[in-house]
């Protein structure tokens, strides 16, 4: 349908609804309106290739309608040297299992009188149709960000003897600094003279620092997981940190190879999920957790009269099974544990969900420029 | 005196003209079905001013009367689902008419100036009861002469005629 204007788009869209075949998806392709920002698909599926799923994979309860999969988790064993006499200690085996559940991700209900869609030169429907697959991405990432930082926060509690330890600038300076297994100050955060929510510049050593903390516990750091903010940084990095032919590469086509210090790395625009200041490093997939696609995206869509109605959604599942398995580094000096002793949290965690994606242009409040009136 | 089962809140009308709505628990917990005070279908939740959902009612203090308006719990208790969001939502009749039964009822209690559930059409609020060995929020009986309380339905269906479980109708009108 290339090539047909988005009014016609629209008229059809229209049209197509009033008949049965026309509820099955329409697709329209049109360009002619201006974006309000940049989307992109989900960060956690390049972190958790999804796995699909079906019903008979899964399992039900008793006591409601919902499902699980069950995983199994890798068991324990051991070799130990021995004399010509002796024997080995006995294991019995058992394994570990542990629950993925299932819930929905939608996009919001669309509705639209029939004669009121007439209104509009871009193919509105299609625009929100194909915004919703990413909107729908971004919530997956929101969730995955609270799963995997609920994960850093329950082994960094488990390590500091069970209690939430207040992890700031000043706590590192003080007399019993908090051991630092899962979550990391940054090298410029840690000596800070205050506790503030300011990003300072992500270094080497940083990166370094954090890969030891899964390179050291027999596991290995695969990937990171950056801002687009903070993977700016890595463009200050200087010819000490670079080496003359990198410094000469990125000053004149920035950094451009898939891996950092050997490392894979995924950057994210989406700052509000993943906000800036925050990086996290994962394992392999296998070693980390699973998520499943029940179902994919399905596409709903009806009229009634003129009322024009549609909706997205699918249902998935995501566990972090091994929490060991992600770590993370923190580049701004102030606490962003559940104490949030420097009442700045907020600044650290996803947006809620009601605030995610807000609108970057200022037309409906008329700031455009040259300012044109019609009358 | 009702007993809690697996399912305690089901729609005996079309629940498709009621706005379901998902809101995050203030305290997550709740949602695990291991919880002491676990939330179980039928209870009643009112919104917070950060729009989460907390139970209207002090459930540590039987006989505690909700002060505020509430919605009912449309979510067994230890759904997956539920466990399984970050944000750990569970859905509340929010908008619009509808019946359904219920076990999460006191029909003896009284509650401040109540009365205990005896007739169709009586005025029904919230308040904290003790079923077996804990407390819920639930519902208890009014009567017109019952100022200041919040009424969230009338009876439709006695207990004694419905199989143990009172049937009642609430949402939009009140």
């Keep these: 349908m290339a090539g047909v204007s988005p009014r016609v788009l629209n008229d059809l869209f229209n049209s197509k609804l009033s008949t049965a075949e026309g509820k099955e998806k329409i697709a329209q392709y049109g360009g002619s309106y201006i974006r309000d920002r940049l989307r992109e698909v989900s960060f956690v599926r390049k972190v958790l290739p999804p796995e699909q799923v079906t019903r008979t994979d899964c399992q039900r309860s008793v006591n409601h309608d919902t499902l699980v999969k069950i995983v199994d988790i890798e068991p324990q064993s051991r070799a130990m040297a021995i004399t010509f006499r002796g024997q080995p200690t006995a294991r019995f085996i058992r394994g570990e299992k542990a629950e993925v559940g299932f819930f929905t991700i939608s996009s919001e209900i669309f509705q639209k009188t029939e004669q009121e869609l007439l209104a509009y030169e871009m193919p509105i429907t299609k625009v929100i149709e194909e915004n919703s697959v990413k909107d729908i991405q971004e919530i997956e990432d929101r969730e995955f960000l609270l ?229 | 005196m009702s007993t809690v089962q697996r399912v305690n809140f089901e729609p005996v009308r079309d629940v498709l003209p009621v706005q379901r709505a998902d809101f995050p628990l203030a305290d997550g917990s709740l949602a695990d079905p291991l919880n002491a005070v676990a939330l179980v279908d039928g209870e009643w939740m009112s919104v917070d001013s950060a729009y989460k959902i907390v139970r209207v009612t002090d459930v540590t203090t039987p006989g505690n009367e909700a002060a505020a308006r509430s919605y009912p719990l449309w979510a067994e208790r230890g759904r997956y689902d539920v466990q399984a969001m970050g944000d750990r939502k569970m859905p509340v009749l929010w908008l619009g008419a509808w019946e359904f039964n219920t076990r999460i009822f006191d029909a003896a209690a009284a509650i401040g100036t109540g009365a205990a559930i005896t007739a169709v059409d009586q005025p029904l609020k919230i308040a904290t009861i003790t079923i077996g060995s804990r407390n819920y929020t639930g519902i208890v009986g009014s009567d017109t002469t019952d100022a200041g309380a919040i009424i969230v339905g009338y009876v439709t269906r006695l207990p004694a005629a419905n199989g143990g479980k009172l049937r009642l109708r609430g949402g939009t009108g009140y």
Excluded: C
Excluded at chain 1, 192 to 201: G, N, Y
Excluded at chain 1, 303 to 330: H, Y
């Design chain 1, 147 to 375: 799963h995997i930082e609920a994960a850093v926060q329950a082994l960094q509690t488990e390590a500091n003897g069970g209690t939430v330890t207040t992890l700031n600038a000043t706590a590192l300076g003080g007399g019993t600094p908090p051991v630092e297994f899962s979550v990391r100050k940054g090298e410029l955060a840690r000596v800070a003279a205050t506790d503030d929510a300011t990003v300072r510049p992500l270094q080497r050593v940083d990166v370094v620092q954090l890969f030891k903390m899964l390179d050291g516990n027999r596991l290995r750091a695969e990937r990171l997981l950056m801002t687009e903010v903070d993977y700016d940084d890595i463009l200050q990095w200087t010819v000490e940190d670079n080496g003359d032919r990198i410094q000469s590469e990125t000053t004149v086509d920035g950094y451009k190879y898939n891996t950092l210090l050997g490392r894979a790395y995924i950057r994210t625009i989406k700052t509000d999920i993943l906000r800036p200041g925050n990086v996290y490093v994962f394992t392999k997939p296998e070693f980390f957790g699973k998520f499943y696609i029940l179902n994919n995206t399905k596409f709903y869509i009806d009229k009634i009269a003129n009322m024009i109605t549609f909706q997205a959604w699918e249902d998935i599942g995501m566990g972090v099974l091994n929490i060991a398995a992600v770590r993370k580094l923190e580049l701004y000096s102030a606490d962003a544990t559940a104490n949030d002793t420097d009442t700045l949290l907020s600044n650290f965690i996803p947006s809620a969900e009601d605030d995610l994606g807000a609108v970057n242009n200022r037309v409906e409040a008329g700031l455009k420029f040259p300012q044109i009136t019609q009358f």
